[in-house]
């Protein structure tokens, strides 16, 4: 068994006497992509709130790298490499696509933007910009404005700017949502690319999605693990193919 980097204990939150997610234990390995599933309703976007560090969990503890970082915020995480998608990289429609990503690398080194500095630092900086563009296959964008760019190419550009963070461990809030179907083989094939060397945790609701994608999914439904496993596992599992494959047919 490879690795845990992330692992969760018995993971409750409560609103009010209503449970969302309920003694949720998941082991996320280093090196994968992991992805929880579920329908609406399931418990996963709270269930990521709190990896993510943007809830506070009513019990349960979470472990990155074998440390207990459940009373720690979102910030903390981030310095040791546990960086969720929109919490840094959000793309600031006036600047070009290249200055996002410049922006997001002065924000990695704790600096404010660099409107003047040595020839030598901001050329490093460009050409590590550059470096990252091409890495998501924006570099012929570099010039444009962020808000010009279509939906799926703002998707890639929020990776860019994850990615500048250098993170061990990238979450990802449904990055396919809203695409179209080719949108979605890009950016699918995008997060395998950037994914090699890193741990990727992923919310989606599509199983279909994540079918070759990822390494591993668990499967939420009222706020529980109903399942988890490679996708030949979860797939033919009777529960979800009864509470979640089903209930999407009526969606």
């Given at each position: ?39 609406n ?23 990155y ?42 924000r ?21 910009a550059?470096?990252?563009?091409e ?34 461990v ?82």
């Amino acid at each position: 068994m490879a690795e845990a980097i992330v692992e969760t204990a018995n993971l409750t939150k409560s609103f009010k006497g209503f449970t969302a997610v309920n003694d949720i234990s998941m082991r996320v390995e280093a090196g994968t992509i992991h992805a929880m599933i579920g329908a609406n309703g399931a418990g996963k976007t709270t269930c990521f709130n709190l990896l993510s560090k943007f809830l506070v969990p009513t019990s349960g503890t979470i472990r990155y790298q074998g440390q207990d970082i459940t009373r720690l915020k979102p910030d903390q995480i981030a310095r040791r490499g546990m960086v969720r998608s929109f919490q840094i990289s959000a793309v600031f429609g006036k600047l070009t696509t290249l200055d996002n990503v410049k922006l997001a690398l002065q924000r990695q080194r704790g600096e404010s933007y660099d409107f003047w500095g040595s020839h030598h630092r901001l050329d490093h900086q460009g050409q590590r910009a550059m470096a990252l563009l091409e890495d998501v296959g924006l570099e012929e964008w570099a010039d444009t404005p962020a808000a010009e760019l279509p939906y799926g190419r703002k998707r890639a550009l929020e990776l860019a700017t994850t990615l500048a963070l250098d993170p061990k461990v990238m979450l990802l809030d449904e990055p396919l949502a809203g695409m179209g179907t080719e949108d979605v083989g890009r950016t699918a094939e995008l997060i395998r690319s950037v994914a090699k060397g890193r741990t990727v945790l992923m919310v989606e609701h599509n199983l279909g999605v994540v079918a070759d994608l990822c390494d591993r999914i668990t499967v939420l439904a009222r706020g529980e693990v109903l399942v988890e496993g490679d996708y030949a596992t979860v797939s033919q599992d009777a529960r979800v193919i009864e509470s979640y494959i089903g209930g999407a047919r009526h969606d």
